[in-house]
């Protein structure tokens, strides 16, 4: 009976062990996000009108993750290069 307990405890803290080391190495997870995929047009996705109109009232934080949800394959620093873009163009006209 303690052999058995003890193959138990043993089995779980291997798979603990293993499952702690996957998660703490993070290239071995896939990232859709951290995809080397272009970033996509402007024009290509419907909504982007509303990313602007937020980008143009100051409301870059909103505009970002819009832009993040129209296209999920961009990661944080693409969207706010885009935001920030399209609110330069915005201001120059």
Known sequence: MV???YAIILAAL?????FLIGRA???RRPDA?????PPPKVA?????DRVASLAASGEKIMAIKLYRDIHP?????EAKDAVEAMEASI???
């Open 73 to 77: 394959g961009v990661g944080l620093k």
């Open 44 to 48: 290509d996705a419907p909504g982007m």
């Open 3 to 5: 052999n058995f307990t």
């Open 25 to 27: 190495n993070p290239a």
């Open 91 to 93: 201001q120059r006209r």
């Open 33 to 37: 996000r951290s995809s080397n995929l």
């Open 14 to 18: 291997t798979f603990l062990g293993g």
